[in-house]
């Protein structure tokens, strides 16, 4: 069974499996203002043909999937979707992604299918700001959510995206979410896609200075937590750990070891420039096994070294399509 690797020597063992384009909130730095036209549904991969992909993957020793979205639980027969990704010989984890606030009812059963970890985005607990930003309601249905996984003993990342001027005040109460149990709180810069380019990020410097002023010294966590680009922090009194995400300031692309499938079935080396392999036409084409195999090994070979945000290369889809 071969590995995945690319051109530089990286192993590739992570996809991030978008499975719908829509959502139920409509966070200002993700989705545009004007509206969205959805992908028509017939576009969409059907779960069987996600499955076959993912079986594929698993050949060539794809072991981690993380199912997002859009908001992946808005569509119908996401636990069912976990269940058989659980089930693919050589997948060993099966996260999500998920905003949070549809979660708390479906937890029990993502658990008995074998989910192994959820990240939930929380980018404020203020109720008027996080109306401001995702244009709802639903922090109680996030804290809900938050409490359930930790009675079922699921892992919890809390993520919050940190934006110049609107939920600056709230940084620092979502780190305090990190002071018991052992979520992982983690910030993630602001990347330059789509409705998100009108708005700013907050350095990395500042968040700490912000978070040093409250709690004191941020320690770096030298072990490894996770295999993610997450850097870790504790600080005194810290049960769970914070996290900085900075694809911008801090590029870690030399440690990238993944794929993105978005939902209409393109597959995409990089989160930033418009390369992408369109595996649906490949499928529905009546492609085999071998020759779907070959087409992704070939792509990854093109896998640049670095992202080319910092050189304008944004890529013409947003996060809520690509899936972050
Ligand atoms: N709906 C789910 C959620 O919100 O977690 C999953 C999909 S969402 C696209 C995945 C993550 O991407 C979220 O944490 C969201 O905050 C983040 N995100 C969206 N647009 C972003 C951007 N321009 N830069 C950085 N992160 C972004
Ligand atoms: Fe939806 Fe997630 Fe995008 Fe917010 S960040 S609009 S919850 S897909």
Same mark, same amino acid.
């Given at each position: 069974?071969?590995t995945?690797?690319?051109?530089?020597?990286?192993? %590739?063992?992570?996809?991030?499996?978008?499975?719908?384009?829509?959502?139920?909130?409509?966070c200002?730095?993700?989705?545009?203002?004007?509206?969205?036209?959805?992908?028509?549904?017939?576009?969409?991969?059907?779960?069987e043909?996600?499955?076959?992909?993912?079986?594929?993957?698993?050949?060539?020793?794809?072991?981690?999937?993380?199912?997002?979205?859009g908001?992946?639980?808005?569509?119908?027969? $996401?636990?069912?979707l976990?269940?058989?990704?659980k089930?693919l010989?050589?997948i060993?984890?099966?996260?999500?992604?998920?905003?949070?606030t549809?979660?708390?009812?479906?937890?029990d059963?993502?658990?008995?299918?074998?989910l192994?970890?959820?990240?939930?985005?929380?980018?404020?607990?203020?109720?008027? %700001?996080?109306?401001?930003?995702?244009?709802?309601?639903g922090?109680?249905?996030?804290? $809900?959510?938050?409490?359930? $996984?930790?009675?079922?003993?699921?892992?919890?990342?809390i993520?919050?995206?940190?934006l110049?001027?609107?939920?600056?005040?709230?940084v620092?109460?979502?780190?305090?979410?990190?002071?018991?149990?052992?979520?992982?709180?983690?910030?993630?810069?602001?990347?330059?896609l789509?409705?998100a380019?009108?708005?700013?990020?907050?350095?990395?410097?500042?968040?700490?200075?912000?978070l040093?002023?409250?709690?004191?010294?941020?320690?770096?966590?030298?072990?490894?937590?996770?295999?993610?680009?997450?850097?870790?922090?504790?600080?005194?009194?810290?049960t769970?750990y914070?996290?900085?995400i900075?694809?911008?300031?801090?590029?870690?692309?030399?440690?990238?070891?993944?794929?993105?499938?978005s939902a209409?079935?393109?597959?995409?080396?990089?989160?930033?420039?418009?390369?992408?392999?369109d595996?649906?036409?490949?499928l529905?084409?009546?492609?085999?096994?071998?020759?779907?195999?070959? $087409?992704?090994?070939?792509?990854?070979?093109?896998?640049?070294?670095?992202?080319?945000?910092?050189?304008?290369?944004?890529?013409?889809?947003?996060?809520?399509?690509?899936?972050?």
């Amino acid at each position: 069974m071969t590995t995945l690797k690319d051109s530089f020597g990286r192993t %590739i063992d992570y996809l991030r499996l978008s499975i719908t384009d829509r959502c139920n909130l409509r966070c200002i730095y993700c989705m545009p203002a004007e509206g969205v036209a959805w992908v028509p549904h017939n576009d969409i991969l059907t779960f069987e043909e996600i499955i076959r992909i993912c079986r594929i993957m698993a050949g060539v020793k794809i072991r981690n999937i993380k199912v997002t979205g859009g908001e992946p639980l808005v569509r119908r027969g $996401a636990t069912e979707l976990v269940k058989n990704l659980k089930n693919l010989p050589g997948i060993e984890k099966v996260t999500m992604t998920s905003n949070g606030t549809l979660l708390g009812g479906y937890l029990d059963d993502l658990s008995q299918a074998g989910l192994d970890a959820v990240n939930i985005s929380l980018d404020s607990v203020n109720r008027a %700001i996080f109306r401001r930003i995702t244009g709802k309601d639903g922090i109680e249905q996030i804290f $809900a959510a938050i409490r359930r $996984a930790g009675e079922l003993g699921l892992p919890v990342k809390i993520n919050c995206v940190p934006l110049r001027g609107v939920n600056e005040c709230d940084v620092v109460n979502i780190a305090g979410l990190a002071k018991k149990g052992n979520l992982m709180v983690r910030f993630i810069e602001l990347m330059p896609l789509g409705a998100a380019a009108v708005f700013h990020p907050i350095p990395v410097k500042d968040l700490i200075s912000m978070l040093e002023k409250e709690y004191g010294f941020l320690m770096p966590v030298t072990d490894k937590i996770g295999n993610g680009p997450a850097s870790y922090y504790t600080l005194s009194g810290f049960t769970g750990y914070i996290g900085f995400i900075s694809a911008l300031s801090h590029r870690f692309c030399a440690g990238c070891n993944r794929l993105r499938l978005s939902a209409e079935g393109f597959l995409k080396p990089c989160l930033s420039g418009n390369m992408e392999l369109d595996l649906r036409a490949l499928l529905r084409g009546g492609a085999s096994d071998k020759k779907i195999e070959t $087409a992704i090994e070939e792509l990854v070979m093109c896998k640049p070294e670095q992202h080319s945000f910092l050189s304008g290369g944004h890529g013409q889809k947003e996060m809520f399509r690509i899936g972050g």
